[in-house]
């Protein structure tokens, strides 16, 4: 319950209520652009920091494999869910499962630092596992696209850059690198900013995003009642699956919640501007309204501590 | 004055590439680009939101060339209109060009 009146949750609560309010708040957007990029800087240090300090160790491998495996199985499952109950066509269904199968680093974020808070910090490999769980969702929902008509899906060149080399996984993979090479010690001079700021900058950003998502909720024309409850029943289903996975590997509680986090949340950074280019005849209203305005908010608000309940139990059990 | 033809095409962010490609394509060199704020039509509202990679964001795509190389460049972007969702004007305009002696 303390989860909920953390700064970070009451500010994004905020922003929902503002925009659902009509009022007339919002952040510039070259400043919440800013923020992102700040956020993924330091958050990868911090991951690159951690590692540095605790060495490579089997756990991560198993971490990055986990991580792997469910961004290829959550988009085919789904992908089967949303055309059958969702009653999407194919390109529709495929976009979206896309979205699944990849990560929210806002969400990540905002756990990560609830979790800290709670002397339940993940290990700083998970940020690798994130950077790693960004991109082979996209392939699998283009696969899926595909099947039966290759005509509608856009393959290019330039879809390479739009996935691997999309600005948050460079941000978020170089910065982890860079925490590595530096280390501790080389953090030190650039803490004030990376360190000191970070929770307030989070908050300003959250506020942001739940301006973002409210008017995304708003402003949602082809959302039907049954896909948005798959947009609260993908992150359940996922986050338990992550869970069950985390805790069965051996990880610690907060390593646990951070793979059920990755598994429940969906992407609406690095995916809905590849999925644009592959999939133009995917209607991106409804995508972005599905990771953006359904599933992020019902994260931040019920998943973070419910998956944070759901992992302590089950490793626990594992015991 | 020289008479030239002036196309505006708004494109959802992450499809702009496209469109300078086939414009290449059609030898259309040329071209400026503008920001948009937001805006609605059929689809709905949209803003500018470059935190989503811009996949909700359309910019403004300007270009002046002759009637011929404009008609050619349209006669490409015609199939692709529904499925990248693009608006476009196409327009008759005086330039005023520098001399060359």
């Not at chain 1, 089967?80 to 009653?87: M, N, P, T, Y």
């Not at chain 1, 330039?158 to 590595?180: A, C, M, Q």
């Not at chain 1, 409210?214 to 996922?238: K, M, Y």
């Amino acid at each position: 319950m303390d989860v909920l009146f953390s700064p970070v949750i009451l500010f994004f609560v905020l922003g929902a209520l503002a925009a659902f309010a009509r009022s007339d708040l919002s952040i510039p957007e070259p400043l919440s652009k800013a923020l992102s990029l700040y956020l993924m800087c330091a958050i990868g240090l911090k991951g690159g920091i951690l590692v540095a300090d605790n060495g490579f160790t089997w756990e991560m491998v198993l971490a990055a494999a986990a991580g792997l495996l469910l961004s290829l199985l959550i988009p085919i499952m789904a992908f089967a869910v949303l055309r059958s109950f969702g009653k999407l066509d194919r390109i529709n269904a495929a976009a979206v499962a896309a979205h699944y199968g990849s990560v929210s680093v806002v969400t990540f974020i905002t756990g990560n630092q609830i979790l800290t808070s709670m002397d339940m910090a993940p290990a700083g490999y998970m940020i690798a596992v994130l950077a790693l769980m960004e991109t082979p969702a996209i392939i699998v929902g283009l696969y899926l696209a595909r099947q039966g008509n290759n005509s509608d899906v856009q393959q290019k060149g330039d879809l390479f850059r739009e996935t691997v080399l999309n600005g948050s996984v460079v941000l978020l993979t170089g910065s982890f690198i860079i925490g590595l090479i530096i280390g501790k010690e080389g953090f030190e001079p650039v803490a004030p900013v990376f360190q000191t700021g970070f929770t307030g900058l989070l908050c300003l950003f959250l506020l942001d995003m739940g301006l973002l998502a409210a008017r995304r909720l708003r402003n949602a024309q082809t959302l039907t009642f049954r896909l948005v409850s798959l947009g609260i029943a993908f992150p359940i289903f996922n986050g338990l699956l992550g869970s069950i996975i985390g805790a069965s590997l051996g990880f610690d509680a907060g390593t646990t919640t951070a793979l059920a986090l990755l598994a429940a949340s969906a992407s609406y950074i690095a995916v809905p501007a590849a999925i644009r280019l592959a999939l133009p005849k995917a209607d991106a209203g409804l995508y972005l309204a599905m990771s953006l305005a359904i599933t992020f908010p019902f994260n931040i608000v019920v998943g973070i501590p419910l998956f944070t309940s759901i992992s302590i139990f089950m490793v626990q059990l594992w015991l | 004055m020289t008479k030239r033809k002036k196309l505006e095409i708004l494109v959802d962010t992450p499809l702009l590439k496209r469109i300078r490609d086939l414009s290449k394509q059609a030898g259309v060199y040329g071209y400026t680009l503008y920001p948009t704020f937001g805006g609605e039509g059929e689809a709905g509202r949209w803003i500018d939101d470059q935190v989503t990679g811009g996949a909700g964001s359309k910019i403004l795509y300007v270009t002046i060339s002759e009637a011929e190389i404009a008609d050619r460049f349209l006669e490409t972007l015609t199939p692709l209109l529904e499925e990248y969702g693009l608006m476009i004007t196409v327009s008759n305009v005086d330039v005023l060009l520098a001399k060359n002696d």
